[in-house]
Every structure is written in structure tokens, then in C-alpha cells.
């Protein structure tokens, strides 16, 4: 069998693992840290995903992944694999991906980052979710993560203990994101006064859902909906599919309608938004309309408003779903040490590797992971990324 010659993209991917830090002793490792990631992200991108499929895709595809590291002492058992997985420092390797992501050279500016958490809802035995914390048990955990749809990546992933700890764990993700530019979209649990000053500090804007964990700001902002007459701009837009029509209005108002009390606690506000959104399913004749509210740094139409506010789904349609249809992340029951929130990290280093691949039909990620598996040279032009 003749061999291709390596890509050098795929060389590049291979150095950029030797920054992640292998915490184990020298002179007992007997499969170097780079082998171990390079077999597992290549059996990702392929549908591999449960620890002793990765080894066997590794068995069969030997030769091939010889071509570009020694595999000195062949590949490595399945416990060993889910081993050094766990190992490894979660904050080191969300750094990594963060590098990687940003290495690509993807411009940012001008774009929506939509940042959102997502529960892994396996990780933890479900009885020890339901126990009281004091007498043992656990949450599950809980990753923050930032999407771009414009450019269909994960931008970077930060763990967190639990849900309630998303108001700290946001503003750190921000810290290690290049977000100059974009508009940053978060929902309600995100409206606050720091991780505001945070996005204009860092030179970008943001859309922050308001509820009730702002009840004062939101009962005001709602008083000024239903008081005014003639709106800043206002925008509608329609949509229709699976049996449902959508109709999503924006309205706008200048932030200094409120009282200068208020506003000024809120770096960068300068708008506040409502969205009537109105839904009519055809089969059972329901109809349904809620509204919901939002602060924006930015002053621009209600147009893009609109727009902006309605790609914030892109995080949970493109990147939560397909965690969990696709890559079966809400059965996962990888547990040991750090492994859940690492193996994380490659399913989403996965998905950008798949969605990015250069393949010119509309193919399915599904069906991009068996050509992986199936092709050496499909396989090879997913990781060139």
C-alpha cells in the first residue's frame, strides 16, 4: 500500500498537543501524550466515541496513523486511553482549544458570539444529582461555551461546577476570548453589571437577556415598552415551517428614556430592546405570543437587533443538539478524574473539524463522520481544517 505524504496542517495540529501538560511520571509512559490525543481525535471525527471503539479504530487504522507519529509500542488499551484522558489539567486543554481555534485566523469582528451553558447531563450518577450536597452529593457538570454561526465553530468551552456558578465562570471564558469587535449574546443569567463592563472593556458589544434577576432594570424597562407610542425603530420579520408560522417583532428605545439611576450602573448601555414573538401552528390551531427583553451596547436598527437576537439559538440548534443527537454527549458516562469535560473538548474540536472540512454538498455531519471512517483521504482533509 503506498503511502501519502503527511500534510503538513495535520503535522502542525500534532505539535500544538505537545503544550498540553502530561502530568505523568517519565519512565512510565509508555504511550507519549501526542499518540494518545491524535488516535482519539482521529476516531472522533469518525464516530468513535466510547473508549474501547477508539482502540479498535486505532488497531485497524495502525499503518495509517504510523504515517504521522511512531507508535513505538503499538496502541494503547482502552483503560489506558480513559486514564490519561482523565489526567489531564481541564484548564490547560481549554486553553489549548481556545489557541487552536484562534491559530485558524477566523475574523471575529462584525460577528455574533453566542455564549451559553450546557449541562453534561451524565457525568454524575443520577442519584448523587439528587442528593443534598451535605450529605454527598454531586452536581453535574456544567460547561460555558461561546458559538459562532457566521462561521459554524465553537470558539472555546470553560468548566464549571455547577449552573449557579455560570455569572463567574462567563466572565472568565470572556478573558481568554479575542472578542474585539463582535457582539457578544447572552441570556438572562449573563445580565450582569461586570460581565457588561467586561465585553465593552474588551472593545465589543453585547445583547443580555433581561428577566427577573434584574427586577428593577426589567420592571422599568418594561414600564417604557408599554408607556411609549412612538418606538426608536422597530422591525418584523416572518418565518414559516414544520406546520408553524413565526412572527418576531422587534421595538427599540434609546437607554437614556430610563432613569439616570439606573442606566449609568450598566457600562456601554444604550438600548433597550422588546421582542413580541408570535407563534400559530397550523395542526392543532394553537396560537401563543410571549415578550422578552434585552440590553444592547450598541445603537443600530432594529433590524439587526432582530437578527442578532434571533441567532442566539444558533448556540443550542448547531452546537448543543448536535452534542447531544449526534455525538451522544447526554449519555456519556465518562466519569474518571477530568475525563467528561476533556473528551467534551474533543467532541467540539470534532465538530469543527466536520463542519469545516471543504466538502462542497450539504452532507450530514452523520455522514461526514462515515467517510471518515470509511476514507484515509476524507479523513486526512478533515483534520488539515
Given at each position: 500500500?503506498?503511502?501519502?505524504?503527511?500534510?503538513?496542517?495535520?503535522?502542525?495540529?500534532?505539535?500544538?498537543?505537545?503544550?498540553?501538560?502530561?502530568?505523568?511520571?517519565?519512565?512510565?509512559?509508555?504511550?507519549?501524550?501526542?499518540?494518545?490525543?491524535?488516535?482519539?481525535?482521529?476516531a472522533v471525527?469518525?464516530?468513535?466515541s466510547?473508549?474501547?471503539?477508539?482502540?479498535?479504530?486505532?488497531?485497524?487504522?495502525?499503518?495509517?496513523?504510523?504515517?504521522?507519529?511512531?507508535?513505538?509500542?503499538?496502541?494503547?488499551s482502552?483503560?489506558?486511553?480513559?486514564?490519561?484522558?482523565?489526567?489531564?489539567?481541564?484548564?490547560?486543554?481549554?486553553?489549548?482549544?481556545?489557541?487552536?481555534?484562534?491559530?485558524?485566523?477566523?475574523?471575529?469582528?462584525?460577528?455574533?458570539?453566542?455564549?451559553d451553558?450546557?449541562?453534561?447531563?451524565?457525568?454524575?450518577?443520577?442519584?448523587?444529582?439528587?442528593?443534598?450536597?451535605?450529605e454527598?452529593?454531586?452536581?453535574?457538570?456544567?460547561?460555558?461555551?461561546?458559538?459562532?454561526?457566521?462561521v459554524?465553530?465553537?470558539?472555546?468551552?470553560?468548566k464549571?461546577?455547577?449552573?449557579?456558578?455560570?455569572?463567574?465562570?462567563?466572565p472568565?471564558?470572556?478573558?481568554?476570548?479575542?472578542?474585539?469587535?463582535?457582539?457578544?449574546?447572552?441570556?438572562?443569567?449573563?445580565?450582569?453589571?461586570?460581565?457588561?463592563?467586561?465585553?465593552?472593556?474588551?472593545?465589543?458589544?453585547?445583547?443580555?437577556?433581561?428577566?427577573?434577576?434584574?427586577?428593577?432594570?426589567?420592571?422599568?424597562?418594561?414600564?417604557?415598552?408599554?408607556?411609549?407610542?412612538?418606538?426608536?425603530?422597530?422591525?418584523?420579520?416572518?418565518?414559516?415551517?414544520?406546520?408553524?408560522?413565526?412572527v418576531?417583532?422587534?421595538?427599540?428605545?434609546?437607554?437614556?428614556?430610563?432613569?439616570?439611576?439606573?442606566?449609568?450602573?450598566?457600562?456601554?448601555?444604550n438600548?433597550?430592546?422588546?421582542?413580541?414573538?408570535?407563534?400559530?401552528?397550523?395542526?392543532?390551531?394553537?396560537?401563543?405570543?410571549?415578550?422578552?427583553?434585552?440590553?444592547?451596547?450598541?445603537?443600530?436598527?432594529?433590524?439587526?437587533?432582530?437578527?442578532?437576537?434571533?441567532?442566539?439559538?444558533?448556540?443550542?440548534?448547531?452546537?448543543?443538539?448536535?452534542?447531544?443527537?449526534?455525538?451522544?454527549?447526554?449519555?456519556?458516562?465518562?466519569?474518571?478524574?477530568?475525563?467528561?469535560q476533556?473528551?467534551?473538548?474533543?467532541?467540539?474540536m470534532?465538530?469543527?473539524?466536520?463542519?469545516?472540512?471543504?466538502?462542497?454538498?450539504?452532507?450530514?455531519?452523520?455522514?461526514?463522520?462515515?467517510?471518515?471512517?470509511?476514507?484515509?483521504k476524507?479523513?486526512?482533509?478533515?483534520?488539515?481544517?
Amino acid at each position: 500500500m503506498s503511502r501519502s505524504k503527511p500534510s503538513e496542517q495535520i503535522k502542525a495540529l500534532i505539535a500544538r498537543f505537545e503544550g498540553i501538560t502530561d502530568i505523568r511520571i517519565e519512565r512510565k509512559k509508555l504511550y507519549p501524550l501526542n499518540e494518545i490525543l491524535f488516535l482519539s481525535i482521529s476516531a472522533v471525527i469518525s464516530g468513535y466515541s466510547e473508549w474501547d471503539e477508539i482502540v479498535d479504530f486505532g488497531e485497524e487504522k495502525q499503518e495509517w496513523l504510523r504515517q504521522y507519529l511512531p507508535y513505538k509500542n503499538g496502541i494503547p488499551s482502552h483503560d489506558t486511553v480513559n486514564r490519561v484522558l482523565g489526567l489531564i489539567d481541564y484548564r490547560s486543554f481549554e486553553t489549548f482549544f481556545i489557541d487552536w481555534v484562534e491559530s485558524l485566523s477566523v475574523s471575529l469582528g462584525g460577528k455574533v458570539i453566542n455564549i451559553d451553558g450546557k449541562k453534561l447531563r451524565s457525568s454524575v450518577d443520577k442519584q448523587l444529582q439528587q442528593t443534598p450536597h451535605k450529605e454527598g452529593g454531586k452536581s453535574a457538570i456544567h460547561l460555558v461555551e461561546a458559538w459562532c454561526s457566521e462561521v459554524n465553530l465553537c470558539l472555546g468551552q470553560y468548566k464549571t461546577e455547577d449552573k449557579s456558578n455560570e455569572i463567574t465562570a462567563i466572565p472568565a471564558l470572556l478573558d481568554l476570548l479575542e472578542i474585539a469587535g463582535s457582539t457578544i449574546t447572552i441570556d438572562a443569567m449573563g445580565c450582569q453589571k461586570e460581565i457588561a463592563g467586561k465585553i465593552i472593556k474588551k472593545e465589543a458589544d453585547y445583547i443580555l437577556g433581561l428577566k427577573d434577576n434584574q427586577p428593577t432594570l426589567h420592571a422599568a424597562v418594561q414600564q417604557l415598552f408599554a408607556q411609549q407610542q412612538d418606538f426608536e425603530d422597530s422591525d418584523v420579520q416572518e418565518s414559516f415551517g414544520h406546520g408553524r408560522f413565526d412572527v418576531r417583532h422587534c421595538r427599540t428605545l434609546s437607554a437614556a428614556l430610563l432613569d439616570e439611576s439606573i442606566r449609568t450602573q450598566w457600562p456601554g448601555l444604550n438600548t433597550i430592546i422588546e421582542i413580541e414573538s408570535e407563534r400559530f401552528i397550523q395542526t392543532s390551531k394553537q396560537y401563543s405570543a410571549e415578550y422578552r427583553y434585552y440590553l444592547g451596547s450598541s445603537i443600530q436598527s432594529a433590524a439587526l437587533y432582530n437578527e442578532q437576537i434571533r441567532q442566539h439559538w444558533g448556540i443550542e440548534n448547531q452546537l448543543h443538539w448536535t452534542m447531544d443527537v449526534t455525538f451522544g454527549e447526554d449519555y456519556s458516562r465518562k466519569r474518571k478524574n477530568n475525563a467528561a469535560q476533556n473528551f467534551g473538548l474533543f467532541r467540539r474540536m470534532a465538530l469543527n473539524l466536520l463542519k469545516t472540512n471543504g466538502e462542497k454538498e450539504k452532507v450530514s455531519i452523520n455522514r461526514r463522520m462515515n467517510r471518515c471512517a470509511l476514507s484515509d483521504k476524507y479523513r486526512e482533509n478533515t483534520l488539515k481544517f
